[in-house]
């Protein structure tokens, strides 16, 4: 059994990843771990903009997003394939978060974090883009990911074995 309580699911749609995400939170209760939601379509995040982010800055949305990531040593990411790439709204929340510290990565790096996708298609443009992307930031991306869509949807025993992989790992110290 799982003891920890440090997982954050994190959501890039509201709709099939939302339930996708929603069935991880109820599988890491199930497995004895504490997991919170969060669903970046309910953030009104703005799109990034090196101009906006040098005259304004951050947006508070952003610094409270900032500070909830950071204390979650976990993370579970669930994004649906948009034209075969990573969602806008996280692609823009991962822009806005890598500006956040002296060092673009320092968010990522050394977390561990699992990938998940409920799409139309096959999904893994998306999921290979996110792996490429979160491995550059120096994420630990959990080798084992999840795929589904209507004709394929996501085994309770695949996302618990997912879970279980993630919770393993141990965040880097670096």
């Known amino acids: 059994m799982i003891t920890t309580n440090d997982l954050l699911v994190m959501t890039a749609s509201n709709g099939e990843n939302l339930k996708l995400a929603e069935r991880f939170v109820l599988a890491s209760k199930k497995l004895g771990a504490k997991a919170d939601l969060l669903d970046l379509t309910t953030l009104n995040l703005p799109l990034y903009n090196p101009r906006t ?6 947006p508070s949305s952003i610094n409270a997003l900032h500070e909830q990531l950071v204390t979650q040593p976990r993370w579970v990411i669930c994004a649906p394939e948009y034209n075969g790439s990573i969602p806008p709204v996280l692609t823009s929340a991962i822009a806005w978060l890598s500006v ?30 996110m792996r490429i992307q979160l491995t550059h930031l120096g994420a630990q991306v959990v080798g084992r990911q999840l795929a589904s869509n209507s004709k394929n949807p996501a085994k309770d025993e695949s996302i618990e074995d997912l879970l279980k992989r993630l919770m393993q790992m141990e965040p880097l110290r670096l």
């Open 53 to 58: 982010h040098q005259e304004k800055g951050s």
């Open 100 to 129: 956040q510290e002296n060092d673009f990565r320092k968010l990522f790096n050394g977390r561990p974090i699992a990938i998940a996708s409920a799409s139309g298609g096959g999904c893994m443009e998306l999921l290979l883009s």
